[in-house]
Every structure is written in C-alpha cells, then in structure tokens.
C-alpha cells in the first residue's frame, strides 16, 4: 500500500441486518473489512482527530431516516434524510483540512449516501432492500477509520456528535 489512507464516517451498526448481506457481496467497504454501514463524511482524511473534534464541535447527534434508494453508475445506494447535516460536517471537516478534498475532488458537490451494493447485483439487492424502507438510525459518532491493508480498515478513534 502505498501511503496511510483514512476515513471519516458516520456508521450505522443498527442497520447491518438490513444491508450488510449486500454490502458483503459486493462493497469496496465490506463488513468483513471492517467497516459498518455509514455515511462518508471525508476521504481521504488526516488522522487529525483533535482538529476534526474541533471543526465538528457544532454539531450534535441527530435521528436519519433512510426511505429512497438511488444509483450512481454501479452503485446502489440509501439517501439519509435529512441529507443537509453531512453536507455541513463534510464541508466543516474540509474547511479544516483543505488539503483533503472529499474523495480527492473527483465529484462536484457532496451526495451523502449509505452504499448498499456495487456492479451487477442492484437490481437484486434493490428488491431486497427496498420492503424494508423507511429504515431509521441515530447519528451519534464520527469514527475515524484507517487503511490498514488493501482490503481492511480499522477503527482508529471515535468522536460523540
């Protein structure tokens, strides 16, 4: 691996029994890898926890309804609602860390999303998934994830909104 990689996420570990099946089929962020279902809030990321406790001083825990899926090219994913606060703590983080642009700057604006399923297998996790729309959860932690292998992460601090 060429350099230290880490993530900002908000996870959802309540919402495992409900995506994690497809998550394990096919996500670059498979359970097994050690990664819950969660929202990407920066990628790449410094492993500055104390600055990023600062830039999400503001924002407090808050309850997420995830009732759509939707796609990006093959990519299924759950839309929270409300979408506005990872878009502020997405930005906050990047304000403090301008040298880490979301996902490197590849995509204009910021898309919260939970990622349930990538390549071919959308249409049958679509089917799957959808029945047990509207799932809720509780945003109530940031955890910084590292890159510890190609394929694996670890969970290197948590920080309580």
Known sequence: MPSERFAFTIPFRDLAPAVDVWRERSCESKPSHGV??????????????????????????????????????????????????FVAMTE????????????????????????????????????????????RARASSVVLFEQVAPDRWRERAELAL
């Open 36 to 85: 819950p279902p969660h929202v990407t809030l920066l990628i790449p990321a410094p492993a500055d926890v104390d600055g990023a406790a600062e830039a999400l001083g503001p924002f407090g825990a808050f309850d997420v309804r995830f009732a759509r899926l939707d796609r990006f090219p093959g990519t299924l994913w759950l839309a929270p609602e409300p979408g506005g606060p």
């Open 92 to 135: 906050a983080l990047a304000a403090r860390f301008p040298e880490h642009a979301p996902y490197e700057g590849a995509f204009e604006g910021i898309t919260p999303h939970l990622t349930v399923a990538q390549g071919e297998d959308l249409d049958e996790a679509a089917t799957a998934v959808e029945p047990q729309l509207p799932l």
